[in-house]
């Protein structure tokens, strides 16, 4: 289970003339990342563009890269805006989800703690400061964090989603589901919080709940694969396989680099007594899965007597005769 965070705050300086329509799109929260980081780009490639608009350029180039999973652009990009604008909260924030996504939760802290020095009301620093602190240990502190962000702005919709997955994890499914609601009503628009809100309800064994959050999840978001993953997933748990392809194969679609959609079509193929593409789709799922994942997978069919090799990370002949005959077992 994946609880999301949007990662998008974006610097509010003045546009350039020059290029209006570029800088609009640069610093909307509701552009795609990749249309946010090429108007951004033709900003910074503007000829003589004044400090203040390279700070809004970089600065929002690097989140856009942030948000489309490019983290050392993104470092770039931000450490070059937070060289010309130190004293910018925002930046400091950026440049603790830059730390955060490496695995520096120190480096992450230190930085929002920055933030929170230079703009005590920066709702998003205390927000991504609990979440540090909830992947440090300190539950406390980290719902002491989300309170003080819903103090600042009870509106605040990324506060409850980080206050709901602090919950799910501490496996307080009910307190969680108030939360994702309530992500819900600050913002009705957001497919993280349905989608968040649909966890909790698998997480309750409310199915029918979980099923309508995710099509909301959908509905926001056409391209959403965790919840076409998830509400295939739900549908074959269901019994209805035919569906559950339907959602899998659109899963897949979004993100075919992503092993988890091919594995659960080909428990689909298999209890729709498809055995053929069941083993197709498990030999792509490794293939996605890259070196290490093919090695699991290895040492997973060797503890089911499907397979005698060594985990090598290499598909080969002996590999692929076992997949097929997982493909063949529903438990498998």
């Given at each position: 289970?994946?609880?999301?965070?949007?990662?998008?705050?974006?610097?509010?300086?003045?546009?350039?003339v020059a290029h209006a329509d570029d800088a609009a799109v640069c610093g909307s929260e509701t552009s795609a990342p990749?249309?946010?980081?090429?108007?951004?780009?033709?900003?910074?490639?503007?000829?003589?563009?004044?400090?203040?608009?390279?700070?809004?350029?970089?600065?929002?180039?690097?989140?856009?890269?942030?948000?489309?999973?490019?983290?050392?652009?993104?470092?770039?990009?931000?450490?070059?805006?937070a060289r010309l604008a130190p004293n910018n909260p925002a930046l400091m924030v950026g440049l603790g989800l830059v730390a955060e996504a490496k695995g520096d939760l120190g480096g992450a802290l230190?930085?929002?703690?920055?933030?929170?020095?230079?703009?005590?009301?920066?709702?998003?620093?205390?927000?991504?400061?609990?979440?540090?602190?909830?992947?440090?240990?300190?539950?406390?502190?980290?719902?002491?964090?989300?309170?003080?962000?819903?103090?600042?702005?009870?509106?605040?919709?990324?506060?409850?989603?980080?206050?709901?997955?602090?919950?799910?994890?501490?496996?307080?499914?009910?307190?969680?589901?108030?939360?994702?609601?309530?992500?819900?009503?600050?913002?009705?628009?957001?497919?993280?919080?349905?989608?968040?809100?649909?966890?909790?309800?698998?997480?309750?064994?409310?199915?029918?709940?979980?099923?309508?959050?995710?099509?909301?999840?959908?509905?926001?978001?056409?391209?959403?694969?965790?919840?076409?993953?998830?509400?295939?997933?739900?549908?074959?748990?269901?019994?209805?396989?035919?569906?559950?392809?339907?959602?899998?194969?659109?899963?897949?679609?979004?993100?075919?680099?992503?092993?988890?959609?091919?594995?659960?079509?080909?428990?689909?193929?298999?209890?729709?007594?498809?055995?053929?593409?069941?083993?197709?789709?498990?030999?792509?799922?490794?293939?996605?899965?890259?070196?290490?994942?093919?090695?699991?997978?290895?040492?997973?069919?060797?503890?089911?007597?499907?397979?005698?090799?060594?985990?090598?990370?290499?598909?080969?002949?002996?590999?692929?005769?076992?997949?097929?005959?997982?493909?063949?077992?529903?438990?498998?």
């Open positions: 289970m994946r609880i999301l965070l949007s990662t998008a705050i974006l610097m509010a300086l003045a546009p350039v990749q249309a946010r980081i090429n108007a951004c780009s033709i900003l910074i490639d503007t000829p003589d563009i004044a400090e203040a608009q390279q700070v809004f350029a970089f600065g929002n180039r690097g989140f856009g890269y942030l948000d489309y999973g490019d983290v050392e652009r993104a470092k770039s990009d931000l450490e070059e805006a230190k930085s929002f703690n920055a933030a929170i020095t230079l703009d005590t009301a920066l709702t998003a620093a205390y927000v991504h400061r609990g979440a540090v602190l909830d992947q440090l240990g300190d539950r406390a502190s980290a719902l002491a964090d989300y309170k003080k962000a819903i103090e600042i702005d009870p509106a605040y919709a990324d506060a409850y989603l980080g206050r709901g997955a602090l919950h799910m994890r501490a496996g307080d499914h009910k307190k969680a589901l108030e939360d994702f609601g309530l992500a819900i009503q600050s913002d009705p628009r957001s497919h993280e919080a349905y989608f968040n809100r649909a966890t909790a309800y698998e997480a309750l064994n409310d199915t029918s709940s979980a099923v309508a959050d995710y099509n909301s999840a959908i509905y926001l978001n056409q391209s959403y694969a965790e919840a076409y993953r998830n509400r295939g997933r739900l549908w074959l748990q269901l019994g209805d396989g035919k569906i559950a392809i339907d959602d899998l194969s659109k899963a897949i679609e979004a993100a075919p680099q992503q092993p988890e959609g091919y594995r659960n079509r080909a428990a689909a193929y298999t209890r729709l007594g498809d055995y053929d593409a069941a083993a197709a789709d498990l030999e792509k799922a490794i293939t996605a899965g890259g070196t290490a994942y093919i090695q699991s997978w290895q040492e997973y069919l060797t503890s089911r007597n499907l397979y005698s090799g060594a985990a090598d990370g290499v598909i080969n002949d002996a590999v692929k005769e076992a997949l097929a005959a997982c493909a063949r077992d529903p438990a498998c």
